[in-house]
């Protein structure tokens, strides 16, 4: 690794920045100055995303452990810590956040004129926020940024979202609360253990079977709602289907991997005898997501719904490969994390563009849509190609890698897993044909203009990465191989006290 | 030195208070009423010189006076300097309306400064005596001040409510320390301390009185069961009396519990900690649901109150010095908190607009960002979301009761602030997401809107930097229990 690049605090930059441009935005744009704000915006979005660049070029792929640590004293009080810190699992997450604000930004660009310089400004402000909860190594820091994030989420949902929209980010807001505080009170008990917040304390930590098995359901209630695994998922295609387009983006590509990346990060090596305690539910509730939600989803009316009980399914497929424990299993999961986080926010972006035009995520309000927009159809399919695992694209990717480590594991995990081949496939393309194919339904659709430079832009870079990733996955898979290796390593280790149990 | 000498520079603070408050009250009756803004001047000037001295003869060692009837440590120095920042934040927040409304009287100054002299003896009281003395004093201040808006029935029917019930209280609390006199035979609260200790842990006599001080507490603080006259007096009160009713005094509260029950009462600590348990978890969940289905923002911030005496409760039952310093924190962010809430009402409320129903906050945003960005903060602190004080202070006393072993407690606090999360996320909701019904220009003056910003960032800054207030808390607690 080379000094110079190490002599930036990259980390801290990568939070903070975004949340500097946020509050830039907010000072100088307004709804008078929207071309200003904008621009603005976009060179903060960009900026922020640059500066996550180093850490990709300086990580060192060998090493399991973590880069690029930062170490203040925050709180000495509770002997808290602003303890930054990246490892295989995290870095492709920073660097999907920081990627994915760039696109909600320019996806704003003209349909949002209603505030546009609160919008914008929550946005970033929210990408630094998240960037946080994927690189803190302290839990109270951690916490304090993953409570921090629904502040502006509550907003753009309420402000910017649907008819139903306060409905749905009261919902959201209370769902994750709920689960959060158990977390915190879970945190409360290991630092009463521990005498810190240090992550590095907590996995070094020997605890009792009984208190393992209730760190575990603590932090599962937060996590699994913000995934969220079946029967938790009630708030997110609420809250997805009345945010406005950028927000369902970051819910989809973002949020819910926070869940999943907490699962890695802190329930599952905090409490390792008891992730195998649980490893038999967890495998069946995410099986129960995969099969059961997609056959919900089959059934949809509501584009956006659709999209969101598919995210529920494809996040199925995440815990799945965590709590198999095999390399492959958990790789494919993170990749899959990071793959669904293209796709959905492809297929979200698709949906906005529709619902700019004919402000309706009706499926039934649309058919024949190819006849008058070509080239959005053409990248639409693609990414319902991609959504159902279709081999050649980064979905199929992490899917394979999955089932192929449930069919070692489980004849029967891996037969249910394989069903998402099957149902994805059914509601997706259903939902294409009906949307895209046939004859022009109505006036709204004959009316219809296709994809502007801007629109094209974006889906066009979304659709390159999923293709990119789908013939070539390697930039993401050997960053995360030693830090798997490491983890599983340390999963096989049981954290019962010797001389007890 | 002669002894009464140096009793009256111990006082020092409070015989300025004492003067100035005298001094406005006179200089009122020959002072044109244009000029009244003179007495606010005189009025932050006196909470200024005050803060100054207090701090100045601030000294580690604890000193007595008046034959330790009086006490002057790091803790009641504290106190007292964070008494006079919230007064002078009432005086900045108060004055527009009370112009508005014909009550910038010099009567309201002196009454305060009155109130916050009673105060500042019920923080040094040493003795039972000097405590209910001061308490009364400040008792005394604020049942006019209530009825201070002569013609506003509603005001006098909620000064009269918490006359009886504060006479009530009183009482009790009087009756209790009577008992405590009664088996130990001295005033002195650590000499009843020592005294228990020392012979009858067990006493039902003790007990008794014991019982009948923490219930005088408990009205004071305004937890259940001795909430009744907390949303009536808040509600009907105008509304800088319900700040100051809602605010500076429940610091005063605190230092009484801290002298009564912990400096002179901890051998009892296994009797009153159940007690406090009870109050705390009923305050919780009483004080949180009721505030959901209020309407009126000045009654769901009473409920509110109510539920953040639970958990400044909380850290009193842990009855160990990590709890009273969570306690100590909270109260403080608690008092910082509830000043700023109250600061925008007034803030909104102009000449025959009162500003004090939830749905008079609609559209907020849309017309005036900035300080529904400033109520925002203010909400969500007192929901306890990141990065604000109000978690920082929710999550002090929550580690502390965990420490204390009140695991199920704990649990039960956390989950219900999901309740409380919910009806704060109403008035931010009111605020952004609803179009806005009431139109009128914001005619608060340039000094309240700058202190109300500054204010209202600090309770982020606090909440992103807490190491500060924890450790002037934590520290100053420490000295004076040792």
Not at chain 2, 243 to 257: D, E, H, N, Q, W
């Amino acid at each position: 690794m080379q000094a110079t690049i190490l002599s930036l605090p990259w980390l801290s930059l990568a939070i903070w920045l975004p949340i500097v441009a946020g509050i830039i935005v907010l000072m100088l744009g307004s709804d008078q100055k929207p071309t200003l704000t904008r621009w603005v915006a976009l060179i903060g979005s960009l900026i922020s995303f640059v500066v996550t660049i180093p850490l990709y070029t300086g990580f060192d792929h060998k090493d399991g452990f973590f880069q690029f640590e930062e170490l203040l004293s925050w709180v000495p009080a509770f002997n808290m810590h602003y303890h930054l810190g990246i490892d295989g699992f995290s870095l492709p997450l920073v660097l999907l956040t920081s990627f994915t604000t760039v696109i909600v930004v320019i996806a704003a660009w003209e349909v949002i004129t209603k505030q546009i310089a609160q919008y914008m400004a929550a946005f970033l402000i929210m990408s630094g926020i998240m960037i946080g909860v994927f690189t803190t190594l302290d839990a109270l820091l951690y916490y304090v940024f993953w409570e921090a994030m629904l502040i502006p989420m509550f907003l753009v949902i309420g402000v910017w979202g649907g008819p139903n929209r306060v409905y749905a980010t009261v919902k959201f807001f209370l769902y994750t609360l709920l689960g959060s505080l158990l977390m915190l009170v879970a945190f409360i008990y290991l630092y009463h253990q521990t005498g810190s917040f240090e992550l590095a304390d907590y996995y070094l930590l020997p605890l009792s079977f009984k208190a393992q098995i209730l760190i575990f359901i603590a932090f599962f209630m937060a996590f699994a709602v913000k995934i969220p695994m079946w029967p938790v998922h009630t708030w997110l295609p609420d809250a997805h289907v009345e945010a406005p387009t950028g927000g369902s983006v970051v819910l989809a590509a973002i949020a819910l991997k926070l869940g999943g990346y907490s699962f890695l990060r802190f329930a599952m090596p905090i409490a390792p005898d008891a992730a195998h305690y649980f490893s038999t539910t967890m495998i069946v509730l995410s099986l129960i997501a995969v099969v059961y939600i997609a056959l919900v989803a089959l059934v949809q009316k509501d584009m956006k719904k659709l999209i969101a009980y598919s995210s529920i399914s494809h996040m199925g497929f995440v815990t799945l490969g965590f709590f198999m424990f095999g390399q492959l299993a958990l790789e494919g999961a993170m990749v899959q994390m990071i793959s669904h986080g293209f796709i959905s926010s492809a297929m979200f972006l698709c949906v906005g563009v529709l619902y700019d035009r004919v402000h309706s995520r009706e499926i039934s309000a649309y058919g024949g849509v190819v006849n008058t927009m070509p080239v959005f159809a053409a990248f639409a399919v693609l990414f319902a190609m991609a959504n159902s695992g279709l081999p050649g694209t980064s979905g199929f990717v992490g899917e394979f890698m999955v089932i192929l480590a449930a069919v070692k594991f489980n004849f029967w995990v891996a037969f249910f897993a394989a069903t998402t081949l099957i149902f994805g496939a059914a509601y997706t393309l259903w939902m294409t044909k009906r949307v895209f194919f046939g004859e022009v339904a109505n006036h709204h659709v004959a009316e219809l203009a296709d994809l502007n430079k801007r629109e094209f832009f974006i889906l066009a870079i979304l659709a390159v990465l999923v293709i990119g990733f789908g013939v070539y996955p390697q930039p993401i898979t050997e960053v995360m191989q030693a830090t798997s290796a490491e983890f599983l390593k340390h999963m096989a280790i049981s954290k019962l006290p010797v001389a007890g149990y | 030195m002669d002894n009464m000498q140096y009793d009256l520079i111990t006082l020092l603070p409070e015989l300025i208070v004492l003067g100035m408050a005298m001094f406005i009250l006179l200089l009122d009756l020959f002072i044109l009423p244009q000029n009244r803004f003179v007495l606010y001047g005189l009025s932050q000037l006196t909470l200024l010189v005050a803060g100054f001295v207090t701090f100045n003869t601030h000294s580690p060692a604890v000193g007595f006076a008046f034959s330790h009837m009086f006490i002057d440590d790091t803790l009641a120095d504290v106190i007292k300097i964070m008494m006079f920042v919230g007064t002078s934040l009432i005086f900045v927040y108060t004055r527009k309306y009370l112009q508005d409304r014909q009550m910038f009287r010099g009567e309201f100054y002196a009454m305060v400064l009155f109130g916050l002299l009673g105060m500042m003896i019920m923080v040094s009281g040493q003795s039972l005596l000097t405590i209910y003395m001061g308490l009364e004093l400040l008792s005394l201040c604020l049942y006019s001040l209530v009825a201070f808006d002569r013609d506003n029935t509603r005001a006098s029917e909620a000064a009269m409510k918490y006359f009886v019930l504060g006479a009530l209280a009183s009482g009790m609390l009087l009756y209790g320390m009577s008992m405590l006199y009664g088996m130990t035979g001295s005033l002195d609260v650590n000499d009843i301390a020592n005294h228990i200790a020392e012979q009858q842990k067990n006493n039902p006599v003790l007990l008794m009185g014991l019982v009948f001080v923490v219930a005088g507490i408990a009205f004071k603080f305004g937890a259940v069961p001795f909430q009744m006259w907390v949303p009536d007096v808040y509600q009907g009160s105008p509304t800088p009396m319900t700040l100051i009713i809602g605010s500076v005094p429940k610091l005063a509260a605190f230092a009484m519990t801290v002298r009564l029950l912990v400096q002179g009462l901890h051998p009892l600590a296994v009797h009153w900690q159940e007690m406090m348990l009870l109050m705390a978890v009923l305050s919780i969940v009483i004080g949180n649901f009721s505030a959901i289905v209020q309407t009126n923002l000045k009654r769901m911030l009473a409920y509110s109150t109510i539920s953040h005496v639970g958990f400044i409760m909380f850290g009193f039952m842990s009855a160990n010095a990590n709890g009273f310093a969570s306690s100590f924190f909270y109260i403080t962010a608690y008092v910082l908190m509830s000043i700023a809430g109250f600061g925008v009402i007034l803030l909104l409320s102009r000449q025959g607009f009162e500003a004090e129903e939830i749905n008079d906050l609609k559209g907020l945003n849309q017309k005036h960002p900035w300080y529904a960005f400033l109520m925002l903060i203010i909400m969500f602190s007192m929901a306890g979301i990141p990065p604000t004080l109000g978690f920082y202070a929710k999550f002090t006393v929550l580690q502390a009761a965990w420490q204390a072993g009140f695991t199920y407690a704990v649990v039960l606090a956390a989950l219900m602030a999901v309740i409380g999360a919910f009806y704060y996320l109403n008035i931010v909701r009111k605020m952004y997401f609803d179009a806005p019904e009431q139109y009128g220009a914001i005619t608060a003056p340039l000094e309240l809107r700058i202190v109300l910003s500054v204010h209202a960032l600090a309770l982020l800054g606090l909440g992103l930097f807490p190491e500060v207030l924890l450790s002037i808390c934590g520290r100053s607690l420490l000295m004076s229990l040792q």
